[in-house]
């Protein structure tokens, strides 16, 4: 009985060994990242690692204070950081969620973390007259 | 300065009045809207709203028509609020209501939305609190954490709210609406908070008859509370002491 | 009387035939549950036929029902353990079970009717404690662990003498629990025909019958498919019981009633749920109820003029 258990539990070692040999050698240079697309705008530097860490902490304290307390800004906004992230498709026009395309949807697809956001709130930086609008509010404060 | 000044009686002022009558202009032509933009813009970005200001409406119904929708389909325009082929499940932030007293045969016709109460009952029933009261008066619904469970909408005695349930394309950017979540008026609060009025509002003021008016209601200046404190007006249901921030005139 | 009873506990018999049908058969019902949940949540509530106007529907009267019946099961063993009938001891073991099943039951219609029932977390996390549907969460969440504990001190023999007090802990919850659940409904202002405070004492009189019924039924069930005769003296005593508790039930909805009607205010109300009248002034329409929007006027509301059709209310009484 002992002999057989060793014999199974030796034989699946060596499936999940030659598994682990056959993926990380499919790729030569490592684990395959994710293309992330670049934003429209420079913005300061270390935007990127704080985002890459926090920004789902972000977002989370932020639409609290913008939705209980009212605090908008540029730095409350999804609009802004969607209208920065855009995108554009084959029509030159942003993509929205759908498309794989999309900004978030390049880490997100890749980490199979599914993002609940854009069920909600539009994933398209606003029409141009909303778009004129919104920079002028950010240009106004 | 020892500059003996009784030698310039006979200074050229033309020049001087002239400057001073265009200052005067610009000043009267920038003044008036100097002040509307300060006391509209409600607050500045990065500050929270307090409860100084109540936001509130006054609704004349003598001048609604029967008939006349402009504010429904302002309101449906501007948040983004399509049909969905079922009209009893149609989302309705805004809506008509015909109203007859079968004592006298009294008809009118006023706007019904979502009344702002000081003391909502949706907001007392919401089990994980996405129904709140925002400091400033306004009631709404935090689509983060509402889970759906339409108990506001069964505590709400106006029928102000609708829930959602299909998935939604293409919302406005300034309205977020999804699936499976409550919605109702928001008193256009995008709008409010950058100094605007609600799309009923301006609607109902462009094209209709001006029933709608909206301001502030503790402020003594404002010309809705000018307007409460002169001509009487009565909140619907008044009875169940929510006190509404929603006025009607004429009924 | 010194003589002490001695329970005797049985296996049921083993019949590989009743049993893969019993087990095919709630297979069975629970796929059907699993294909009606997928397609509500893939199509809209409106398939369960709400609406605008119709907010809680059939789900909400399954789980509702289901949730009260699920603290009048318990009963049974409070009665025994609680009150000390000897002849409810042997059927506690059951009563509680059958506790817990209902209230899962009841809870999954529930939790799936949710607009969006992915939010449970944020539901378990996030709570509105002036809402007597937060309390509820804790009460259902509670009871789960009461009732565990309790069948676990009826289970282990030397845990035997304190199911007494773990039951008087279950009968105190449970109470709590019903009247939380019918304070969902009680606490409505907004609805002419709810907002009553006899609503907490209607659902416990309705848990009592309501439970009863059903673990009556389980039981007959039970013992006729083990073949296991229960006797005349219990069978007489639980249907007796049952009929206390259902007529309990009939003098509370009859005080609520006579309530209403007394009040003018409610007349146009009680018209419509006791013999569905609807306004004689209006074209076309189904019943929908719709509470009044003004106190002093009796409105009549003939037309909506957007897209949410038409909208009855029923004539007051003049």
Redesign the interface.
């Known amino acids: 009985m002992i002999k057989m258990r060793l014999g199974v539990f030796s034989i699946l070692g060596l499936l999940f060994l030659s598994l682990a040999v056959m993926t990380s050698s499919a790729q030569a240079d490592g684990v395959p990242t994710p293309q992330i697309p670049k934003a429209l705008q420079k913005t300061e530097k270390g935007h990127a690692e704080l985002m890459r860490r926090n920004h789902m902490d972000l977002m989370l304290h932020k639409?609290?204070?913008t939705?209980?307390?009212?605090?908008?800004?540029?730095?409350?906004s999804l609009?802004a950081c969607?209208s920065c992230h855009a995108v554009p498709g084959p029509d030159k026009q942003p993509v929205?969620i759908k498309s794989p395309k999309h900004f978030c949807r390049a880490c997100h697809d890749y980490a199979a973390v599914s993002v609940d956001c854009f069920?909600?709130?539009?994933s398209?930086?606003?029409s141009s007259a909303?778009l004129v609008n919104l920079l002028e509010?950010f240009l106004k404060? | 300065m020892n500059i003996d000044t009784e030698n310039r009686e006979s200074t050229n002022t033309a020049r001087r009045n002239f400057l001073a009558g265009i200052a005067g202009m610009a000043g009267v032509s920038i003044a008036s809207g100097v002040t509307l933009f300060s006391f509209a813009e409600a607050?500045?970005?990065?500050?929270?709203?307090t409860s100084k200001v109540r936001w509130g409406m006054l609704i004349d119904t003598n001048k609604c028509e029967d008939g006349c929708t402009k504010c429904v389909s302002a309101c449906n325009k501007e948040n983004g609020i399509g049909t969905t082929g079922r009209a009893e499940t149609d989302p309705q932030w805004i809506r008509k209501v015909q109203l007859r007293d079968p004592k006298t045969g009294n008809q009118t016709s006023l706007p019904m939305m979502c009344q702002h109460c000081a003391e909502p009952p949706c907001v007392d029933v919401c089990p994980t609190g996405a129904s709140?009261k925002?400091?400033?008066g306004i009631v709404?619904v935090?689509?983060?954490s509402c889970i759906g469970c339409r108990y506001c909408m069964m505590a709400c005695p106006y029928k102000a709210r609708s829930f959602v349930h299909e998935?939604?394309?293409?919302?406005?950017?300034?309205a977020?609406?999804?699936?499976g979540?409550v919605e109702s008026c928001t008193l256009c609060?995008h709008r409010i908070?950058?100094g605007g009025i609600p799309a009923c509002v301006e609607a109902c003021a462009d094209e209709a008859g001006g029933a709608m008016l909206f301001g502030d209601l503790n402020d003594p200046k404002s010309e809705i509370a000018k307007r409460v404190a002169k001509y009487a007006s009565r909140q619907i249901r008044a009875d169940l002491g929510l006190n509404p921030g929603v006025r009607y005139q004429g009924i | 009387m010194a003589t002490a009873t001695k329970t005797i506990y049985r296996e049921l018999k083993n019949d590989p035939l009743k049993y893969y049908l019993a087990v095919g058969l709630t297979g069975l019902i629970a796929l059907i549950a699993a294909a009606a949940a997928y397609y509500m949540e893939t199509n809209g509530h409106h398939v369960t036929g709400m609406n605008n106007q119709i907010v809680w529907g059939m789900p909400h009267v399954f789980a509702v029902f289901l949730i009260v019946a699920a603290s009048g099961a318990l009963n049974v063993a409070s009665i025994g353990s609680v009150f000390g009938k000897t002849a409810y001891k042997p059927l506690a073991r059951l009563s509680g079970l059958l506790a817990i099943a209902l209230l899962a039951g009841g809870l999954a219609v529930l939790v799936l009717d949710l607009g969006r029932p992915d939010r449970l977390i944020v539901a378990m996390t996030k709570y509105n404690f002036k809402s007597i549907f937060a309390w509820n969460i804790y009460l259902y969440t509670g009871f789960f662990a009461i009732v565990g504990v309790y069948l676990w001190m009826m289970l282990e023999k030397r845990m035997n003498r304190y199911s007494s007090a773990v039951g008087v802990v279950a009968f105190v919850w449970r109470l709590a629990l019903t009247t939380g659940t019918g304070s969902i409904f009680g606490f409505l202002v907004a609805r002419q025909s709810y907002d009553a405070a006899v609503f907490a004492p209607l659902f416990i009189a309705m848990s009592f019958s309501f439970g009863l019924a059903i673990f009556i039924l389980v039981l007959a069930i039970a013992s006729r498919a083990d073949d296991r005769p229960l006797g005349d003296f219990i069978v007489g005593k639980l249907a007796k019981l049952l009929g206390v508790f259902v007529a309990a039930v009939l003098y509370f909805v009859i005080v609520q009633h006579l309530t209403n009607l007394y009040a003018t205010e409610h007349h146009g109300v009680e018209r419509f749920i006791l013999l569905k009248v609807v306004s004689s002034r209006v074209s076309s329409g189904s019943d929908r109820l719709f509470s009044a929007v003004s106190y002093r006027w009796s409105f009549c509301f003939t037309r909506r003029l957007t897209r949410r059709g038409h909208i009855f209310m029923p004539q007051p009484v003049s």
């Open positions: 639409r609290d204070k939705v209980h307390e009212g605090i908008r800004g540029k730095q409350y609009k969607v929205s069920q909600c709130h539009s398209k930086p606003p909303g509010g404060r | 607050k500045e970005a990065g500050e929270a709203v709140f925002r400091a400033d709404l935090d689509k983060h998935a939604l394309e293409d919302q406005k950017s300034h977020p609406r999804g699936k979540t609060v908070d950058k």
